[in-house]
């Protein structure tokens, strides 16, 4: 046969060829060992990370009373916090970047030995090499470090202060670039305004990010600072007081129908304030004195807190804290008595409705009669009657905050028993008046008729 035949040039190139290297088992070992330290120091500086950030101001207080070498190592990492997330990133990066190039060698390797595809072991190797970096380098140093945060900052603020120090140029000049760039790229916007939150909110609740309870605080902690006393205070007429002729035992029948622990004194009038009297203060004459016997309330009455209406809730609430006190009596602008206003009051506007058990018998301020009509108080609020019916009146615009104000405001004088009166939509009809106030109003709303067309007969509504 000729030897130049292409069968036996074919045999004769494959006898020449070198065989498959065999795998040293010694390298490998070697190999393997390399690539679990470097599993080792990953988790070592993931762990670090967590361990050093999450520890609290508690924490580092009980670091520095320690005063041995650990703790000042960790306080001394710690101070500055910026360059030390650098060195901590450079690290973790280097370790992860040379156990993938480490283990893509060793699986190249391998491939080569047992004859396998290199391009679908490369693929598997890729695979486990993932799943292994997050278990063993990630996620369970991470969950060690965040339960014993103290302890393994600790343990490995030695190690790492080292490293810090040696790549502390890099570091530190990143850190300082990076600061530098972010005071010259940062943006010149103004501060978010009530409204902003307010949209973000409602944003918020209907990507179902926020409850609707959430939505709604927040709605009231940004409206919180724009509402005044006069908006949330007890009227004059409501007011529940002590004259300071009242014997012991009228005044602890006052408390007791009243359930209030704290009851204004006047003389004469409200307009005469003189204190105000705690129910807890009454304790001491229980036992001593005849409950018809007169007492001296002004020696016992604590002193009053006057406010505007006009003043903003905010600073109401800065003033009870400041005056460690929980009521004060709203005067207008001729130094009457307006109202009354308690703390209650005040985080009412922001959790909503407090009630104990003196509020569980409280009268409700709507009966429904069917979906449109309501009998109403005349106190009820008129951002309530918004909610209530659906509608949408501009509460902002009005000097008034009640039902009964929008019908004075309306009538002009003051109404009789079954005057009517219509407002946007709203149909109001007096049914009870005592002693010049308005006390119960039927309150019709008629939705304005939508797609509505006019025709030779009249209004039609399209279907």
Same mark, same amino acid.
């Given at each position: 046969?000729?030897?130049?035949?292409?069968?036996?040039? =074919?045999?004769? *190139?494959?006898? +020449?060829?070198?065989?498959?290297?065999?795998?040293?088992?010694?390298?490998?070992?070697?190999? *393997?060992?390399? *690539?679990?330290?470097?599993?080792?120091v990953?988790?070592?500086?993931?762990?670090?990370?967590?361990?050093?950030?999450?520890?609290?101001?508690?924490?580092?207080?009980?670091? $520095?009373?320690?005063?041995?070498?650990?703790?000042?190592?960790? =306080?001394?990492?710690?101070?500055?916090?910026?360059?030390?997330?650098?060195?901590?990133?450079?690290?973790?990066?280097?370790?992860?970047?040379?156990?993938?190039?480490?283990?893509?060698?060793?699986?190249?390797?391998?491939?080569r030995?047992?004859?396998?595809?290199?391009?679908?072991?490369?693929?598997?190797?890729?695979?486990?090499?993932?799943?292994?970096?997050?278990?063993v380098?990630?996620?369970?140093?991470?969950?060690?470090?965040?339960?014993?945060?103290?302890?393994?900052?600790?343990?490995?603020?030695?190690?790492?202060?080292?490293?810090?120090?040696?790549?502390?140029?890099?570091?530190?000049?990143?850190?300082?670039?990076?600061?530098?760039?972010?005071?010259?790229?940062?943006?010149?916007?103004?501060?978010?305004?009530?409204?902003?939150l307010? $949209?973000?909110a409602?944003?918020?609740?209907?990507?179902?990010?926020?409850?609707?309870?959430?939505?709604?605080?927040?709605?009231?902690?940004?409206?919180?600072?724009?509402?005044?006393?006069?908006?949330?205070?007890?009227?004059?007429?409501?007011?529940?007081?002590?004259?300071?002729?009242?014997?012991?035992?009228?005044?602890?029948?006052?408390?007791?129908?009243?359930?209030?622990?704290?009851?204004?004194?006047?003389?004469?009038?409200?307009?005469?304030?003189?204190?105000?009297?705690? $129910?807890?203060?009454?304790?001491?004459?229980?036992?001593?004195?005849?409950?018809? +016997?007169?007492?001296?309330?002004?020696?016992?009455?604590?002193?009053?807190?006057?406010?505007?209406?006009?003043?903003? =809730?905010?600073?109401?609430?800065?003033?009870?804290?400041?005056?460690?006190?929980?009521? $004060?009596?709203?005067?207008?602008?001729?130094?009457?008595?307006?109202?009354?206003?308690?703390l209650?009051?005040?985080?009412?506007?922001?959790?909503?409705?407090?009630?104990?058990?003196?509020?569980?018998?409280?009268?409700?301020?709507?009966?429904?009669?069917?979906?449109?009509?309501?009998?109403?108080?005349?106190?009820?609020?008129?951002?309530?009657?918004?909610?209530?019916?659906?509608?949408?009146?501009?509460?902002?615009?009005?000097?008034?905050?009640?039902?009964?104000?929008?019908? *004075?405001?309306?009538?002009?004088?003051?109404?009789?028993?079954?005057?009517?009166?219509?407002?946007?939509?709203?149909?109001?009809?007096?049914e009870?008046?005592e002693?010049?106030?308005i006390?119960?109003?039927?309150?019709?709303?008629?939705?304005?008729?939508?797609?509505?067309?006019?025709?030779?007969?009249?209004?039609?509504?399209?279907?």
């Amino acid at each position: 046969m000729d030897p130049d035949s292409p069968p036996l040039a =074919l045999a004769h *190139f494959l006898v +020449q060829q070198p065989p498959p290297p065999s795998l040293d088992p010694g390298v490998f070992v070697v190999a *393997f060992g390399i *690539f679990a330290l470097l599993l080792f120091v990953s988790a070592f500086v993931s762990g670090s990370e967590v361990a050093l950030f999450s520890l609290s101001t508690a924490d580092r207080d009980a670091l $520095a009373q320690a005063h041995d070498r650990a703790g000042r190592r960790v =306080l001394q990492l710690l101070s500055q916090p910026r360059s030390l997330l650098i060195t901590i990133l450079i690290l973790n990066t280097l370790v992860n970047v040379a156990a993938a190039i480490l283990a893509a060698l060793m699986t190249h390797q391998v491939a080569r030995a047992y004859g396998w595809s290199p391009g679908l072991t490369v693929f598997l190797e890729v695979i486990a090499l993932t799943f292994v970096l997050l278990v063993v380098s990630e996620i369970t140093p991470k969950l060690i470090a965040t339960r014993h945060a103290r302890a393994f900052s600790r343990a490995i603020s030695g190690p790492l202060l080292l490293f810090h120090r040696v790549l502390y140029p890099v570091s530190g000049a990143l850190a300082r670039t990076m600061r530098a760039l972010q005071n010259r790229l940062k943006p010149s916007t103004r501060p978010l305004s009530g409204e902003d939150l307010k $949209a973000m909110a409602e944003i918020g609740e209907a990507h179902g990010t926020l409850e609707e309870e959430e939505k709604a605080l927040i709605h009231s902690i940004v409206e919180f600072g724009e509402t005044t006393v006069r908006e949330i205070m007890v009227s004059r007429l409501d007011i529940v007081a002590l004259p300071v002729t009242a014997t012991l035992a009228e005044a602890i029948e006052t408390i007791r129908t009243s359930g209030h622990s704290r009851l204004p004194l006047y003389v004469e009038h409200l307009d005469n304030i003189l204190g105000i009297i705690y $129910a807890k203060d009454l304790l001491r004459f229980l036992s001593g004195h005849n409950g018809q +016997q007169h007492i001296d309330w002004t020696r016992l009455a604590r002193p009053t807190m006057f406010v505007p209406l006009g003043k903003k =809730l905010d600073d109401l609430l800065r003033d009870f804290q400041a005056k460690k006190t929980h009521i $004060a009596i709203v005067v207008d602008e001729y130094g009457g008595t307006a109202g009354l206003v308690t703390l209650e009051n005040v985080l009412e506007e922001i959790v909503g409705d407090i009630r104990d058990e003196h509020d569980e018998t409280e009268e409700r301020l709507y009966e429904k009669i069917d979906e449109h009509t309501y009998r109403c108080d005349a106190r009820i609020n008129l951002d309530d009657l918004n909610e209530l019916l659906g509608v949408d009146l501009d509460t902002e615009s009005f000097d008034f905050e009640t039902l009964g104000g929008l019908i *004075f405001h309306l009538t002009g004088a003051i109404p009789s028993v079954g005057t009517e009166v219509t407002y946007k939509g709203l149909h109001m009809r007096v049914e009870t008046i005592e002693n010049h106030r308005i006390g119960q109003v039927l309150v019709r709303y008629e939705p304005p008729l939508e797609n509505k067309e006019i025709s030779e007969k009249g209004v039609s509504e399209t279907p």
